[in-house]
Structures are given as structure tokens and as C-alpha cells.
């Protein structure tokens, strides 16, 4: 695996909202998105963190789907915000599930997902 800082330019983009990133994300076209409601170092640490186990996210994620709405089919990541303090939120993609909306999954590094709904 590239080095992360490599594949993803925090420096290019941002808003009032955080640093934005975009790329490759394990086979998956990504924003990733450092929010600035804390410390940004920490908030692309949680994204570098996220990325380095992303074999091991991934699995729990597609579990936290199932057991919150069953059988899940094809699932692929949208968006990635992260905040301090190791908390993040995933928008995915689940068109089995979810017809037009995305899915949108919270969580932290210390305690994994912790929530599984919607956006819109």
C-alpha cells in the first residue's frame, strides 16, 4: 500500500467545513473530508488509521448493515468525514437497501459503529 499521505492531498481543498481529499479508496472513488471542528492533524490521523484497517472496517461495516437491515448486496463508500478525538461518519452507497438514499454509518475508532441509517 502507497504511503497515505501520498494518495491523498489535504492541501488542495478546503471549506469552512474541513480539508478535503479525493481518491482511491480501496477500489472505491472517495471524498474524504478532515473537519475542522478540532484538531485537523487529528481528524486525517483517524482517516489514516481507517484506511491502514480498512479490511477489517469494512467487515464490520457490511455487519452493522446486515444486522440493522438484512442482506445488504453490493455496498461501496461515498464519503468519509472524520473528527477529532478518533470519530467519524462513512456515506455508502447500498442500492439494495436504500433505492436513491445513502447510507450513512457513525462511529469511532476506540468503539467501532455505533449507528446505521440514512441521509435524504
Known sequence: ???FSEEFDFSARK???GLFAEGEWHGDDVTLIAALDGDAAEAIDTLERLHKSW???S???RDAIEEEYGEAGDIWIERITAFAKGEFEIEF??????DEDTGL???NLKDGFDEIGTVG
Open 55 to 57: 479490511k477489517a472496517w
Open 1 to 3: 500500500m502507497s504511503d
Open 15 to 17: 471549506s469552512g467545513k
Open 59 to 61: 467487515s464490520d461495516l
Open 105 to 107: 454509518a457513525t462511529g
Open 93 to 98: 452507497g447500498a442500492p439494495d437497501l436504500f
